[in-house]
């Protein structure tokens, strides 16, 4: 597992084969283009990256994404959309028999994934389903959740599409499928038996599968970068399942969180937008004053005072700097919440 940041002698585009890249927060916000995501991404393609876009949104159908994408100038191709359904069918399909019925709480790219995978998708617990599966979409409703929470109770096997507590949306941060999967957990008492989306790296896994091609390998871990904007996400399914990963500063995850972020949550690399696909990593050192420093930025840690101060709350070799002042400070047994920390304007 990472626990300090990572350096390369390249771009990160030319030192991974495959980039598994998160949607939300980092290549769009709802309908909206995140800066520089795009031309960010061609670039890095033209110099021979792999793309698959891994999302936990588990509502739209691949193709709908994929053509949002193209809107933006990108050539995607419905296949390298790696959703949390297409991940879910698949899971589920391995935990019952064919023909074995499924109630599905979700859009109809949920459903027709599983129906996909020869199973029967049902609606109600009075079908007395062998499995559940719920999944999100703006339209659900109480009586759909209750359905979920209804067959739980009767025995059918239980499992979620996602656990994101929160959604980016055009108009802010809105509650997500961990929110509703909650709901049922207050009602039976019962957890899901496991999520298609990540923190899981099951859809990692899956991508490099199906980024391979039927009949191949599936590319190397050590080849692949996860790529996101949250920590407990996108960074966390990363070091969970041996990837190394990129946190970008586009969506959720900020330079507080950052800095605090204990090891399962660390990512390899920080980068502001997706333009450091681009550039080389640059190294942090400790020098023999205890200043760590990347590049011509630097962090000090006064554990007396009990303060981190920078050379720059502007730069972001400053804020990798900081990073592994803090989790070199947390690992060998500090209180890092108890440091004040300096406010960076990125």
């Known amino acids: 597992m990472t626990t300090m940041l990572k350096s390369t002698t390249e771009s990160i585009a030319a030192t991974y084969r495959l980039a598994l890249l998160d949607l939300d927060g980092v290549v769009y916000r709802g309908k909206n283009p995140v800066e520089y995501a795009a031309e960010s991404i061609r670039a890095a393609e033209a110099v021979g990256m792999q793309v698959e876009y891994t999302t ?64 029967i998708v049902v609606d109600h617990a009075e079908q007395n389903p062998d499995a559940v ?9 109480w009586n759909e959740m209750a359905q979920v929470a209804y067959a739980v109770e009767r025995g059918a096997q239980y499992f979620v599409t996602n656990r994101d507590l929160t959604i980016p949306r055009e108009l802010g941060i809105a509650p997500g499928c961990g929110s509703m999967i909650q ?20 859809m990692y896994d899956e991508a490099r ?5 039927e009949g191949n390998d599936p590319v190397a871990k050590e080849a692949c ?69 990347c590049g011509d930025a630097t962090a000090e840690l006064d554990t007396v005072a009990s303060t981190l101060t920078v050379s720059d709350t502007s730069s972001m070799n400053a804020l990798r700097a900081a990073c592994n002042a803090m989790w070199d400070y947390a690992d060998h047994g500090g209180n890092p919440t108890a440091i004040t920390l300096p406010d960076f304007a990125l």
């Open 133 to 141: 599966i719920q999944g999100w979409y703006p339209d659900m409703s």
């Open 225 to 293: 970068l996860a790529i996101g904007d949250r920590l407990d996400t996108d960074i966390e399914a990363g070091n969970r399942g041996g990837y190394d990963s990129l946190a970008v500063l586009t969506g959720v995850t900020n330079p507080h969180e950052l800095m605090l972020a204990p090891a399962h949550l660390r990512p390899t690399y920080i980068v502001k937008d997706l333009r450091g696909l681009l550039e080389a990593q640059p190294a942090v050192s400790q020098n023999a004053d205890g200043v760590w420093q």
């Open 56 to 119: 936990n949104n588990s509502s739209r159908f691949q193709h709908v994404v994929a053509d949002q994408l193209r809107g933006f100038d990108l050539d995607v191709e419905p296949r390298q959309v790696i959703t949390s359904s297409v991940v879910a069918a698949r899971m589920v399909a391995r935990h019952v028999p064919k023909g074995a019925k499924v109630l599905v709480l979700g859009a109809e790219h949920l459903r027709e994934e599983v129906a996909g995978q020869g199973l």
């Open 209 to 213: 599968l199906l980024a391979a091609g």
């Open 183 to 202: 709901a049922v957990i207050n009602a039976t008492g019962v957890n899901p038996i496991a999520s298609a989306g990540k923190p899981e790296s099951a």
